[in-house]
């Protein structure tokens, strides 16, 4: 009797679902096109504008997605002492971390908005721009959030000091202008990227319970030493931040209240590369963003220059505030669309009784309802970026709800 050989099973031999698959990320989003020829008034800077969208549209498909991933397998660490025990407190972000900031640098990301090479509407390319990239980027939105928030503060600080005469103004003058051009740079090695560090145990968003103090530097106007506990440090890896603290009086004495509370510059590290009187205690041991370094740090006598006026310090930065509540907007829109795009290819490649599920009425109507849903997030959102971009271009005088927007379009992702 004739044997015969037992065929090798393999499990690679049996079906195997293909993949979602997502090609131009402006091209395939309809939604964006026609929010970017509505708020893009200008027919040639519009055509200007989506030559650049497509352009980078393609871009984080074909590069910035496998950086994400990267950082996603690759997350921050913490090197507290070096080999002979000397405490060097060292962030270590991936190599694809860093490949991030240098396509952001020099796609101008941040750029995008004050370079105001699109009129009024530069917002709304930049926020286009921000809705592509975000949801591949490994929460990289987050850095760039701070970092324009920061360079919209040192542009709004700049004007008012303008005519300033005092020597402390003049000193905070030129730090803020050395500041703004390194944020907005689209040159790698001379962008800086900038920290938000306000949040403390006693209060955490009520910052008016704030316990860092400042003592004034003897000799330099301006500058003072701050010590402080920072709880929750989002891009420690930045090269410079904006902070509250307390100002300490000739006597001893602070003011409590979120008017006692000052607006500092602190860069990151010294000119040797050390870090600036900053303790970094640990990495937080997050759920979701982390690729994004977060830590508790403190400060043990690191130098800042107060910007802006004393006592005043909240009200300067919820300039910042502003532009990171915009950018958590555009990035919740985002991944809407993201999960959507998804949602939508698959249905297109998913047989399921006897048709592809895509062709079924109920999933029809799911999907038709989620589209919906984001194209209305997707135009309040840039609506907001349009009338952030008049106001800062002062083509329009109106009062914009960020706050609204930032707190709508994350309740509607987080129900979808």
Known sequence: MASSRAEICSSQQYFLQDAPELGNQYEEDTAL??????????????RHAVDRLRRVGGKVIDTVRALGDECERDPPRLVQFDAFGRRVDQVQVSRAWMELKHFAAV?????????????DASRVVQAALLHMFGPFAATYNCPLAMTDGAARVAEVLVARLRSAKDPAALEARRELECAFKRLTSSDP??????????????????????????????????????????????????????????????RGRVRDGSRGLGLFLLRVRDDNGSLNGIRIHRLKDKLGTRALPTAELELCDAQAIMVGSQGQGVRSIATMLNVTRLYNS??????????????????????????????KPLHQATLAALDTEYRGCLAFSMYVASLTGKIECATASAEVRVPGAKCESVRRVSSC
């Open 33 to 46: 096109v026609d929010a970017v020829t509505w708020l893009v008034e200008s027919e040639e800077l519009r």
């Open 189 to 250: 090695a001379e962008m800086w990227t900038s920290g938000q560090w306000m949040t403390e145990r006693p209060g955490g968003s009520d910052v008016s319970r704030t316990e860092t103090r400042a003592w004034a530097l003897q000799g330099r106007p301006g500058w003072y030493r701050l010590r402080g506990f920072k709880w929750f440090t989002s891009a420690t890896d930045a090269d410079m931040a904006l902070l509250l603290a307390r100002v300490v009086d000739e």
């Open 330 to 359: 555009v990035s919740a829109v985002a991944i809407m669309r993201h999960v959507l795009a998804i949602a939508r290819d698959y249905a297109g490649r998913r047989f399921a009784f006897g048709s592809l599920i895509a062709e």
């Open 107 to 119: 796609e101008g990301l941040v750029r995008c908005g004050y370079s105001r090479e699109y009129g």
